[in-house]
């Protein structure tokens, strides 16, 4: 049972680099999102999808970009690397969102801007 | 401004001892979560509640959700080292089924 699988674990980048962090899951799920989650914040949401090709934006998603062509991957883009962007970055994955079903949490992507 | 206030910040407790922790939110809420991260490593879920008076309880951990007053409370009874972590409420708020997270209370479990 793989459940949501994000790659990579760790990452450093330079800052102006851009980067795809992955994430995918094998239960079918329809609903998806990614999470930052940075010292003294909690999670914060990023982007979120209710399905394929049907994205939508969170409380941070500037310098960000998504896209869910299938239902089992939502890739998340870094288009050019800030040391802001320093942060543990979560992607889950349910099957209608947060009102009726538990989010399954990835293991996470720490990722380092110098 | 932050929809899911969670208090205390963090709590020092000796093993054994009862405790409790809060999530407060200022939105009506359509369905309150609690989960359980341990340093470095991924969310664990603990339970979910969507009915205002519902109580769930897994092993030690009991959890209630007070509608009027938009608030859910997690109980420990008789801590244990293997409850130090970090826990994290999350809520549905609105219509569009986002889950939005709380900032976290760290919990310490002194032997």
């Known amino acids: 049972n793989a459940g949501v699988t994000q790659t990579p674990k760790f990452q450093v980048l330079k800052t102006g680099q851009s980067m795809t962090l992955q994430c995918a899951q094998d239960?079918?799920?329809?609903?998806m999102s990614w999470y930052r989650q940075d010292p003294g914040m909690g999670l914060r949401l990023i982007h979120y999808?209710?399905?394929?090709?049907?994205?939508d934006q969170g409380e941070v998603p500037n310098g960000y970009n998504v896209s869910r062509s299938t239902t089992e991957d939502f890739p998340l883009r870094l288009l050019s690397a800030a040391p802001s962007q320093t942060s543990v970055y979560f992607c889950a994955s349910s099957y209608s969102g947060g009102r009726y079903q538990p989010q399954h949490f990835g293991d996470g992507t720490r990722l380092s801007i110098l | 401004s932050q929809e899911l206030e969670q208090s205390p910040q963090s709590l020092i407790v000796q093993e054994g001892k009862n405790l409790t922790i809060n999530c407060t939110s200022s939105?009506?809420?359509?369905?309150l979560y609690w989960y359980k991260q341990k340093y470095g490593e991924g969310l664990i879920f603990l339970m979910m509640?969507?009915?205002?008076?519902e109580e769930k309880s897994h092993e030690k951990i009991t959890a209630k959700l007070d509608e009027k007053k938009q608030q859910s409370s997690l109980h420990i009874t008789a801590s244990q080292p293997s409850h130090a972590g970090i826990y994290l409420c999350?809520?549905?708020?609105?219509?569009?089924?986002?889950?939005?997270f709380g900032k976290g209370i760290t919990l310490s479990v002194r032997p």
């Open positions: 939105k009506t809420l359509y369905g």
């Open positions: 239960m079918n799920h329809e609903y």
């Open positions: 999350g809520a549905v708020t609105g219509a569009n089924s986002k889950l939005t």
């Open positions: 999808s209710v399905g394929a090709g049907i994205t």
């Open positions: 509640l969507q009915k205002g008076g």
